[in-house]
């Protein structure tokens, strides 16, 4: 069946780095963009990053950008989040999740994993 | 950078018509997606462009986009239909997706 799993959570002091993984199954992961959205706790959802099917274009939220690089290694079906200097709002569920089919950027999020917890804290 | 607006709460009695609102400028010339998440869940998509139904969501739930508001209707709500929804579009200017604040539904 169609599936992510998140993993590379944990806790981690504030500064240093961590890299989520996003592991997906039965579908053609090759095919489509892929999001990382997060959720702080009692929060709502705040999208963090996509990248196109074949990595060729990225986008970040303001919040992120030049500190978390999205990539994704489309020979192992696997999407990466890596998070440099880590804040304590940067503590939060990160979810990855699937976007549009080929060129399609945006769109709705059909799958998304279970999540992975980030805990920032010194 | 582009705003959703929604209810931070609504409630509904069993059996009655839910409908949440999410505004934002010109909406209606976007796609909307809807989403819902109950506690300690990912969310999952119930309503994506504007009035589609992902298979396996059920007839009850359905969608409309005009003008300035959104709506996500929910006809007939069961106590299942408890939960924390969201409404989403892609912001082709900035290549952002952006997530409404969220309105939880609670079920009386």
């Known amino acids: 069946q169609v599936q992510l799993v998140e993993s590379g959570g944990g806790v981690v002091q504030p500064g240093r780095s961590l890299r989520l993984s996003c592991a997906a199954s039965?579908?053609?992961?090759?095919?489509?963009?892929m999001h990382w959205v997060r959720q702080a706790p009692g929060k709502g959802l705040e999208w963090v990053a996509v990248?196109?099917?074949?990595?060729?274009?990225?986008y970040y939220a303001d919040s992120v950008k030049g500190r978390f690089t999205i990539s994704r290694d489309n020979s192992k079906s696997t999407l990466y989040l890596q998070m440099n200097s880590l804040r304590a709002e940067d503590m939060a569920v990160y979810y990855c999740?699937?976007?549009?089919?080929?060129?399609?950027?945006?769109?709705?999020?059909?799958?998304w994993g279970h999540g992975t917890t980030v805990t920032v804290s010194s | 950078s582009y705003v959703l607006t929604q209810p931070p709460s609504m409630s509904v009695a069993p059996g009655k018509t839910a409908r949440i609102t999410c505004g934002g400028n010109?909406?209606?010339?976007?796609?909307v997606h809807w989403y819902q998440q109950k506690p300690g869940q990912a969310p999952v998509l119930v309503i994506y462009?504007?009035?589609d139904r992902p298979s396996g969501i059920p007839e009850r739930f359905s969608g409309s986009n005009s003008g300035n508001t959104a709506t996500l209707t929910i006809s007939r709500v069961e106590a299942g239909d408890e939960a924390d929804y969201y409404c989403?579009?892609?912001?082709?200017?900035?290549?952002?997706?952006?997530f409404g604040g969220g309105t939880k539904l609670t079920v009386l």
């Open positions: 999740a699937r976007g549009g089919e080929m060129a399609t950027l945006g769109g709705d999020m059909d799958v």
């Open positions: 989403q579009v892609w912001d082709n200017s900035s290549g952002h997706q952006v």
């Open positions: 010109n909406i209606g010339s976007k796609s």
């Open positions: 039965g579908f053609t992961f090759s095919r489509f963009a």
């Open positions: 462009y504007d009035t």
């Open positions: 990248i196109a099917y074949d990595g060729s274009n990225k």
